[in-house]
């Protein structure tokens, strides 16, 4: 089975604090991604990577920055938190396309910026 | 870009009762998924179904990419497939970014005993 892994279930953050979020699969997937959660938002795209060290922009990267140093490893880091930054924020590794395309989804990171 | 239409945003049942939820969307699509998240917020993905129909035991859907809808169906609901329903879409583009899905608002589906 595939396992994408996060580095945190719980985060409490103060304002201006550097924050870093990490994401590990273990299928050897070349792409990667960032989602944040909020109530009646749905899933919005932050940033993903298709290949080592590559990373595209989602529809909302403001505020935040990626590195992708290995396959396995996709980290978020938001620079300067702020409190419009509290999110549940999901990371994804997609399995390749064809017949039966997926993406596999973390647990979730909860972040409360006070 | 593409927008993501789903409904009905919530919806209770009784146990074994069956559902049909619903996701428009108003462009051409090259990519359609189901996903399901549960009460503790994991997402699992339910189908990839671009066009045509698929099932897996009780779950089944359907894509009308000519008339631009899926459907979700649910048979003899059990408390355990409540959770958040989201379809999510990509449209066919060239470069890297073919495969950024959108995703939908979600369904809320509640299942009681």
């Known amino acids: 089975d595939v396992k994408v892994t996060q580095s945190s279930r719980y985060l409490v953050k103060r304002t201006g604090e550097k924050v870093f979020l990490e994401c590990v699969q273990d299928?050897?997937?070349?792409?990667m991604f960032w989602y944040r959660q909020d109530p009646g938002l749905g899933l919005r795209l932050i940033y993903f990577?298709?290949?080592?060290?590559?990373?595209e922009k989602g529809d909302i990267p403001e505020g935040y920055s990626v590195s992708r140093e290995k396959k396995e490893r996709f980290s978020l880091i938001l620079e300067s938190a702020s409190t419009n930054q509290t999110s549940m924020y999901l990371c994804?590794?997609?399995?390749?396309?064809?017949?039966?395309?997926?993406?596999?989804f973390g647990p979730g990171t909860r972040l409360l910026v006070l | 870009g593409i927008q993501v239409e789903q409904s009905p945003p919530d919806l209770i049942l009784q146990e074994g009762a069956n559902s049909t939820l619903r996701c428009n969307f108003s462009?051409?699509?090259?990519?359609l998924q189901w996903f399901h998240q549960n009460p503790w917020g994991q997402l699992i993905n339910l189908f990839y179904?671009?066009?045509g129909t698929k099932q897996n035991g009780r779950l089944s859907a359907t894509t009308v990419a000519t008339e631009r809808y899926s459907l979700l169906y649910i048979s003899s609901s059990q408390t355990t497939d409540s959770g958040v329903y989201f379809c999510?879409?990509?449209?066919?583009?060239?470069?890297?970014?073919?495969?950024?899905?959108?995703f939908g608002k979600g369904t809320l589906l509640t299942v009681n005993p």
């Open positions: 999510a879409v990509s449209r066919p583009r060239g470069g890297g970014s073919n495969y950024k899905l959108t």
């Open positions: 994804a590794s997609r399995s390749p396309g064809g017949y039966q395309e997926t993406q596999y």
């Open positions: 990577s298709y290949d080592v060290k590559m990373k």
């Open positions: 299928m050897d997937h070349e792409n």
């Open positions: 462009d051409s699509v090259n990519n």
């Open positions: 179904i671009p066009s």
